[in-house]
């Protein structure tokens, strides 16, 4: 960015990042991006900004939705421009893509803030030359955040003692000393809000170290701007379908956006 002479603080809307995209091409050859063909990384955070989803509230299938198809079509347009490029491997966490980024391959990702400890693991040629910034918006006064993720959290039946893990879950993920380590262990941002304005989040450690010190500044501002997802029945059908079919056939294979979410609303429909 500052070798193209951009300042992301000036990146506002979607349109900044594609005209910033174009700078930071024409100035230094990198794309600005990389968009995944195996993951659901690269729509699923875009859709929901604008308060779409592959499923309804009520479990009907979405997938094939206008807002869809115009994000899926702009992810493809920044192809055609060749501002961004396929990820290397597949997906974000691919080791290829890790190899690519830390060479500086890219100048920038949108993942959620859990990827902290993905680039402090497997990208440390890139610390102190990242920084973490609200997405940007599709419109003036739009959300600028989504909230993706996260990882299922069951005591399985075959536990000796249910109850007592239960309890020692919801100690380590819900109290604030919990959520405290959470974060100083893993980079992950707490699900108690009280946590956020702790000392111990505070404290300087890996990911502040790697990302500045503004990390929590940055969740709050956009703590009320993440919309919802809609989970039901369909939820592991419609991420494989996104997965293995859509985001390669539209941005590997560039078929059309519009009929390759049709085929793949469809089959969804088709197991209703």
């Known amino acids: 960015m500052d070798q193209a002479g951009v300042n992301p603080d000036n990146i506002k809307l979607w349109s900044d990042y594609e005209a910033a995209a174009k700078q930071v091409l024409a100035k230094t050859g990198k794309p600005m991006v990389t968009l995944e063909t195996t993951d659901v990384w690269t729509l699923w955070p875009l859709i929901s900004q604008q308060g779409s989803d592959f499923l309804g509230?009520?479990?009907?299938?979405?997938?094939?939705?206008?807002?869809?198809?115009?994000?899926?079509?702009?992810?493809?347009?920044?192809?055609?421009?060749?501002?961004?490029?396929?990820?290397?491997?597949?997906n974000q966490h691919a080791e290829e893509n890790y190899g690519f980024m830390n060479k500086g391959g890219a100048a920038s990702v949108w993942?959620?803030?859990?990827?902290?400890?993905?680039?402090?693991?497997?990208?440390?040629?890139?610390?102190?030359?990242?920084?973490?910034?609200?997405?940007?918006?599709?419109?003036?006064?739009?959300f600028r955040s989504a909230g993706m993720g996260g990882t299922g959290t069951v005591v399985t039946n075959q536990s000796k003692n249910p109850?007592?893990?239960?309890?020692?879950?919801?100690?380590?993920?819900?109290?604030?000393?919990?959520?405290?380590?959470?974060?100083?262990?893993?980079?992950?941002?707490?699900?108690?809000?009280?946590?956020?304005d702790s000392p111990a989040v505070k404290a300087q450690n890996k990911f502040t170290d790697y990302f500045g010190n503004n990390i929590f500044d940055v969740l709050?501002?956009?703590?009320?701007?993440?919309?919802?997802?809609?989970?039901?029945?369909?939820?592991?059908?419609?991420?494989?379908v996104v997965r293995k079919e859509v985001?390669?056939?539209?941005?590997?294979?560039?078929?059309?956006?519009?009929?390759?979410?049709?085929?793949?609303?469809?089959?969804?429909?088709?197991?209703?």
């Open 163 to 196: 109850d007592l893990a239960k309890k020692f879950l919801a100690y380590a993920k819900l109290s604030e000393e919990g959520g405290e380590q959470i974060w100083s262990q893993l980079g992950f941002d707490p699900v108690r809000k009280q946590v956020w």
């Open 111 to 142: 993942m959620p803030m859990w990827y902290m400890g993905r680039f402090t693991d497997y990208m440390p040629d890139l610390k102190g030359k990242m920084i973490i910034r609200p997405m940007p918006a599709w419109t003036a006064g739009g």
């Open 57 to 90: 509230k009520d479990g009907s299938v979405t997938l094939d939705n206008e807002t869809n198809i115009k994000t899926l079509t702009f992810l493809q347009n920044l192809l055609k421009e060749k501002v961004a490029v396929l990820t290397p491997g597949g």
């Open 247 to 272: 985001m390669f056939k539209a941005l590997h294979d560039m078929q059309d956006p519009a009929k390759v979410l049709k085929a793949a609303a469809d089959e969804l429909r088709s197991q209703q």
């Open 220 to 240: 709050k501002e956009v703590s009320n701007e993440i919309n919802p997802v809609n989970v039901g029945a369909l939820t592991p059908a419609a991420s494989d």
